[in-house]
Each structure stands twice: as structure tokens, then as C-alpha cells.
């Protein structure tokens, strides 16, 4: 299993911006899926943002036009720049990982990391 670490969360007002990182214990992340995904209290975890093992970026509809992910293979470093942070954007912030898999499902991923939470209010 592939080792993360997140970081980068914290308190936030509305139309704020953050950006969360998530360090993998790989050498490169080809071949590998690295998803974000999101629990708010009472809710299911939900999917945020992904980049496939194609190279492709997906968004959640929710987030899309605010949200950015990104990866750098050279410190094996994934991130999720968020900018106008709404309060219904507060939930702890999860990173992970798949190898050759698809990317909008929480059971397709194998690897996850421990969660930073991301809270929005005024």
C-alpha cells in the first residue's frame, strides 16, 4: 500500500482559498490514480477531484470552476488548491491512491490518507 500524508487544511472564511497537499510514499505516480475526496459530519465521504492514470482531471459539479487538482511527480506530491471556499465546503479532506482503476469511486481506491479538516464559516 502506498503511504500518504496530508496537509494544508485549517479554518477559513468564505471566499477564502486553501490548498491541501498529500505527500505519497511512490516514485512516480504513473500508472496511479490519485483522488481527493470529502466527509462532512452525518454525510457519506464524496468524491472532490481526481487525476486518472490516463493523466486526466475530473471535478465533482460542486466544485468545478473552484477546485484544482494537481500532481508533482518529482516530490510525489499531489494537491487541491481550493479557492471561493463556501461553508458546505467544510468536511475533513481526504487524499488517496489506486493503481489502473477508476476514479469517482471511494471503494476503487486502496491507499488513503489520515484526513485534514477544512472549515469554511465566518
Known amino acids: 500500500q502506498v503511504q500518504l500524508v496530508e496537509s494544508g487544511g485549517g479554518l477559513v472564511q468564505p471566499g477564502g482559498s486553501l490548498r491541501l497537499s498529500c505527500a505519497a510514499s511512490?516514485?512516480?505516480?504513473?500508472?496511479?490514480?490519485t483522488g481527493w475526496f470529502r466527509q462532512a459530519p452525518g454525510k457519506e465521504r464524496e468524491f472532490v477531484a481526481a487525476i486518472s492514470w490516463t493523466g486526466n482531471t475530473y471535478y465533482a459539479d460542486s466544485v468545478k470552476g473552484r477546485f484544482t487538482i494537481s500532481r508533482d511527480n518529482a516530490k510525489s506530491t499531489m494537491y487541491l488548491q481550493m479557492n471561493s471556499l463556501k461553508p458546505e465546503d467544510t468536511a475533513v479532506y481526504y487524499c488517496a491512491t489506486n493503481y489502473y482503476n477508476h476514479y469517482a469511486i471511494a471503494t476503487d481506491y486502496d491507499s488513503w490518507g489520515q484526513g485534514t479538516q477544512v472549515s469554511v464559516s465566518s
Open positions: 511512490l516514485r512516480t505516480f504513473s500508472g496511479y490514480t
